[in-house]
């Protein structure tokens, strides 16, 4: 059924700028809530980054003026632009989404198979 793949991962310079991408792809009649989330070892999965279906924005403390969420409801995809990124933000990165696949059922979750951002020193 529904699938989120994430894109764009890699290795970027602390100071530099990566942008990942998520897009869905199955049956979708609409997509609620986007979200970036993160994990690294040994601790907690944080959300990183949220926008609703009517573009309201929700960022973590941490990395609110230096990341930005965006989504395109027609490609059905959801884009994260990390910009003067840190060591700090190394981490598996995963994409989230609440998704109603047809008018008569509520939206459920789901969730990419996440992908590493490394970042050197």
């Known amino acids: 059924q529904v699938q989120l793949v994430e894109s764009g991962g890699g290795l970027v310079q602390a100071g530099g700028s990566l942008g990942l991408s998520c897009a869905a792809s199955?049956?979708?009649?609409?997509?609620?809530?986007m979200a970036w989330y993160r994990h690294t070892p040994g601790k907690q999965r944080d959300l990183v980054a949220l926008?609703?279906?009517?573009?309201?924005?929700d960022y973590a403390d941490s990395v609110k003026g230096r990341f930005t969420i965006s989504r395109d409801d027609v490609k059905k995809t959801a884009s994260l632009q990390m910009n003067s990124v840190t060591p700090e933000d190394a981490a598996v990165y995963f994409c989230?989404?609440?998704?109603?696949?047809?008018?008569?059922?509520?939206?459920?979750?789901?969730w990419g198979q996440g992908i590493q951002v490394t970042v050197s020193a």
């Open positions: 199955g049956t979708i009649f609409s997509i609620n809530n």
């Open positions: 926008i609703t279906k009517d573009g309201r924005t």
């Open positions: 989230y989404a609440a998704i109603r696949q047809t008018i008569r059922e509520s939206a459920s979750n789901y």
